[in-house]
DNA sequence: AAATCTTTCAACCGCGGACGC
DNA sequence: GGCGTCCGCGGTTGAAAGATT
């Protein structure tokens, strides 16, 4: 159990890839989609085609092959596909080749999130990078063990409690996991902590970084990647490292984990990467901008390498239009952006702080309420294709109803109702989980894949067969987890 | 400039859960 | 219910790059 059988099977490669391979393997799921993983290194290796470009290559690809020496045994072997165990394409394409993962430094509110997220969840790395668009769950472990682990020690702070180590070491904790009842309190004294040190970073750092690369929507002003490498060499405004998050930020996350969850099966939301724009407007390193044209994407080493070739950039704009694109609010300051047809008469609009929003139509919007499966269905055949498109590839967290929710609850709920209630009120929690789930269902409406380009449209209908999500065991499964991790029934 | 140490991160391993037969 | 297969997760490893001596 647990081993792929091809692994004893057959004679697999294994350690790192080559460029060829990652051509195979991003060709043939761009074109395919994964499917079944264990049947993709058969199937990619007749895809023959060079599709060097679209390689992210990095500085250790570039040695591979000199050091990588695979006996390729006959020529017939060149198209026996890969030579590697679906399980191993698998980690290739969620860690490396997924077109929507966000490359470069993580942020300082990426930073602080994972340590939030950490103090909550633990080492469940999956959902905490479901909570971080673009980031994979490989890359936060790794910064964790490389990196936030030894920031929160230096600072007195047991990364495992996330208590102060002298509390730890008094042994009046003695269990591992963190105490829910005062997890909050411990993780606003770890931030704090961090909050002080950067200060005092900042204080002997001049420079400044030039400009603030927030979402429009959100005054977020938390600015500056801070990698291990690169933390002393950046500054970040201190007086706004402290954002707490509003209570729909984990009605948002913590609900739609395991929608994104589901990225890593190469759900539609996928697709989003072949459209990087969100991605990279909120990346802190990889910078670009929204309109960039020809469309860009970066390469692991932070080269941009152009995707017209493949992608058209027709084929793009017929899906998102950059001058049509939105960012919602969120808490933590970076949200996938909403592109919504320019033509309004079918969607209504609105305006927070300068910013206009669209709402798809005020069919979806009124039916909300009322079931979320008719709400499905009428936005279903009220929308346009374009947006369904758009809701299905991920973006579900920016559906018309939790637009409506972060609306609503900007005007309705006052700032002081923090996050941290939430998460000391599991019934509240459990409520806005509850109340999220309905919303969820607007996520599972399905694209119209004659719409969409080849490859997108190939990738798509295969993948399609895998939804809908369980909502109602994503949700109760959330709500256990948030419950359980704060100490209530 | 060379040697050594440290850090980073891609990839592997083993396990458990889900699913189908 | 048992078994096999597949997927996904978390822990771990080890090579490469960078930093330090």
Redesign the pocket.
Known sequence: ??????CYKQKLR????SPEEDEKLLRHITKYGH????SVPKQAGRLTSPLRFLIPQ???L??VQK?NQFNISSPCDVFAGLQRC???C???WI??LRPDLKRGTFSQEEENLIIELHAVLG?????IAAQLPGRT???I???W???LKKKLRQRGIDPITHKPLSEVENGEEKDTTPKSRDKMSVVSNELNLLKTENSKQEAALVEQRPESIAPQGYPLEVQGSS???TTNSRSSNNSNLMIPPSKNFFQDRFVTSNQE?SA??CQPSDLVGHFPLQQLNYASNARLSINSNPIQWFT?GGRTFDMNSEFTSNAISTILSPSTSSFLPTSMGYKHPLTFPSDDTSMGSFTINGSRYWEPSATTSNSNSSSGSSSSAELQSNSSLLENSLFSWGLGDCSTSDKETHIHLMESQPEEIKWAEYFNNPLLMAAALQNQTQQSLYNEIKPEPNLINDSSSAMWSHNKQQLPLQTSDICGKDIHTLTAAFGHP
């Open positions: 159990m647990g081993r792929h059988s091809c294994k350690g790192l890839w499917g079944c993983w264990s990095t500085k250790r570039c040695n050091k679906g399980k191993s698998r980690l290739r860690n490396y080492n469940r790395w999956s959902q769950d490989n890359e472990k790794n910064l063990n490389s990196c990698s291990c490498k969850k890593t099966n692991q």
